[in-house]
């Protein structure tokens, strides 16, 4: 689990902080299931199952149906998103799917075409 004074930005711009990386050269089809963090940078296809942070880099396009806790989005999304904690798409990613999550965050630039439901937190969190 990361520090919770480091920001979304700072775990993103250095890859240290992260525990897995996928690198741009890699395309995965299959199911991916992880506790911690993961950054993909590569191609994926298939399904995300996490209790952790997923970090889908800028150079990134994954096809997925995603299950998470906490999902940022800088690259291209295909599939539906389930967050329980948080999602958050930044100024250059593109969304394409309906997310599920009790906090959401899209910043200037984002490309979101689908639904958002809005769900409150569970008791265990």
């Known amino acids: 689990m990361t520090n919770t004074n480091t920001t979304t930005k700072e ?14 050269d890699i395309l995965f089809k299959g199911t991916i299931k992880f506790r ?13 199952e996490t209790d952790g942070h997923l970090i889908i880099g800028q150079e990134a396009v ?3 149906d995603i299950n998470g806790r906490v999902v940022t989005v800088n690259g291209e999304v295909n599939g539906k998103i389930k967050a329980s904690q948080k ?12 997310i599920i999550t ?3 965050s899209i910043e200037n630039g984002s490309i979101f075409n689908g639904t958002c439901l809005m769900e409150e937190k569970t008791k265990s969190e």
Request: proline fraction near 2%.
């Open 102 to 104: 009790p906090d959401i």
């Open 11 to 24: 775990i993103i711009e250095d890859e240290n902080k992260i525990e897995t990386v996928i690198a741009d």
């Open 36 to 48: 911690n963090s993961l950054k993909i940078k590569g191609r994926m296809e298939g399904r995300i």
């Open 62 to 64: 994954v096809s997925a």
């Open 87 to 98: 999602v958050e798409l930044m100024k250059k990613s593109i969304t394409r799917g309906d």
